[in-house]
C-alpha cells in the first residue's frame, strides 16, 4: 500500500463539481449526486486510512474534500480537525444555553408585567389600559441561529471541494545507492 499521507495529500481535483452536497441524498460519508448520477465519497468524514482504500479500490471517484493549509487531505481521525470539531460545538453549546437562559428571562419577565399588583383595586383595574407588553416581532427562532451559526462556522473551516479524481497507484521507487 502507498504512503498513506503522501498519497492522499496529493490527490488532485481537476474539474471542482458546483453541486450542493446538501441537496444529495445519502449520509456524512456518501451521498448520490442525481445531476452526474455517481456516489461522491466525503474524504473528511472517513479516517485516513479508510479513504486510501477506498480510491485503490475504485480507482477513479468523486470525493468530497478539503485541505489545510499545509496540503494536507483533512480527515475525521486528524487530531487538528477534531480538536476544531470540539471547539465549534462547544461555541455552539454555550450560544444555545446562553439564547435559551436569555428566553427564560425575557418569558418571566413578560410574565411578571402581565400579573396585577396585589394592592391594585378591581375598579382601577377595569379604568386602566392593559399593560400586556407588546407582541415580539417575528425573528428567526433558536433553531435557525444555531443553523446560521454552524453554516459560519463550515465556511471559517477549510475550503470543500467536490469532483473526480483518478488514483494511480504509485510504483516503488528504486533503491539508492
Not at 97 to 122: C, E, F, I, N
Amino acid at each position: 500500500m502507498p504512503n498513506a499521507p503522501s498519497f492522499l495529500d496529493e490527490l488532485q481535483i481537476a474539474s471542482p463539481c458546483k453541486a450542493d452536497w446538501a441537496q444529495m441524498q445519502g449520509d456524512e460519508r456518501v451521498r448520490f449526486c442525481g445531476r452526474c448520477e455517481k456516489y461522491v465519497y466525503n474524504l473528511n468524514a472517513m479516517s485516513r486510512e479508510e479513504s486510501v482504500a477506498l480510491l485503490l479500490e475504485k480507482g477513479e471517484a468523486c470525493v468530497r474534500m478539503a485541505r489545510r493549509a499545509d496540503g494536507t487531505v483533512v480527515t475525521n481521525d486528524c487530531p487538528v480537525g477534531a480538536r476544531s470539531q470540539r471547539r465549534t460545538m462547544r461555541v455552539a453549546t454555550a450560544l444555545a444555553g446562553g439564547l435559551l437562559a436569555a428566553s427564560a428571562l425575557v418569558l418571566r419577565h413578560r410574565a411578571y408585567a402581565d400579573q396585577p399588583k396585589a394592592q391594585t383595586h378591581a375598579a382601577e383595574l377595569s379604568a386602566k389600559p392593559s399593560c400586556a407588553s407588546p407582541k415580539p416581532a417575528a425573528g428567526p427562532s433558536l433553531w435557525d441561529k444555531l443553523s446560521e451559526f454552524a453554516k459560519q462556522a463550515e465556511r471559517r473551516a477549510e475550503p470543500m471541494m467536490m469532483g473526480a479524481v483518478h488514483v494511480v497507484e504509485p510504483s516503488p521507487r528504486p533503491a539508492r545507492r
